[in-house]
């Protein structure tokens, strides 16, 4: 049964890729990343990473409901199948107006689609630590002419500073970036601030 729920889910993953060089690209990477339980068996006996599928298959475009995104590698594809956080996809279809904050937007799904919503009627803030799926958030936000969102390549924490944190190793755990250690994968020292602080005075309609 769960073969077949991952078969399909593949198969829609495959259906979004922008081009038939993207849709390549995805089936590649769906197949990478069956390998999952042997490389992560391998990791724990060894403490070494067989390969990385970011590594092998990069860049690709995916068509999502709300526009068409850059993605860095990696599984960010299922974020816009159609079957991906429906309760959540819900409450940003009734997002007609006010603030929405994006905390942890990745390559922005979420942000362009809340500035689709939200057009001239409210703002998105999108808040993302990590350098490399910042770049990505930029991109997507200018390829979607997203005019009403304000970018921060910050964390969210508890109180101002900086932060070390880890991006996700594939085979190594199921945590995407983490401040937990992560000995095998790249890390970067974040600036961070209170969430409080980076809104401001606005007074948010919806946080993710």
């Known amino acids: 049964m769960r073969s077949e729920l991952l078969l399909r889910q593949s198969l829609a993953a495959i259906r979004v890729g922008y081009t038939l060089a993207d849709k390549l690209k995805i089936a590649t990477n769906e197949g990478l990343n069956a390998s999952w339980p042997l490389v992560h068996a391998f990791y724990i006996k060894?403490?070494?990473v067989v390969f990385r599928p970011a590594d092998l298959?990069?860049?690709?475009?995916?068509?999502?409901?709300?526009?068409?995104?850059l993605c860095p590698g990696g599984r960010n594809y299922l974020q816009f199948l159609?079957?991906?956080e429906p309760s959540v996809h819900q409450l940003f279809l009734d997002l007609h107006s006010g603030v929405f904050v994006d905390v942890g937007a990745n390559i922005g799904s979420y942000t362009v689609m809340a500035s689709k919503m939200?057009?001239?009627s409210g703002r998105v803030i999108?808040?993302?630590?990590d350098p490399v799926y910042f770049s990505y958030l930029e991109q997507n936000?200018?390829?979607n002419k997203c005019t009403n969102v304000e970018l921060w390549n910050v964390a969210a924490w508890s109180q101002p500073g900086t932060l070390r944190l880890f991006a996700h190793t594939f085979g190594v755990s199921h945590l995407d970036t983490s401040f937990?250690?992560?000995?095998?994968?790249?890390?970067?020292?974040?600036t961070v601030k209170p969430l409080?602080?980076?809104i401001g005075t606005s007074a948010p309609n919806l946080v993710k």
């Open 46 to 48: 060894s403490g070494s």
């Open 57 to 69: 298959i990069k860049q690709f475009t995916c068509r999502g409901e709300f526009g068409v995104f």
């Open 82 to 84: 159609t079957d991906w």
């Open 118 to 120: 939200l057009g001239t």
């Open 126 to 129: 999108a808040i993302e630590p």
């Open 141 to 143: 936000v200018k390829i």
């Open 180 to 190: 937990l250690p992560n000995k095998t994968g790249r890390s970067w020292y974040a």
């Open 196 to 198: 409080d602080w980076i």
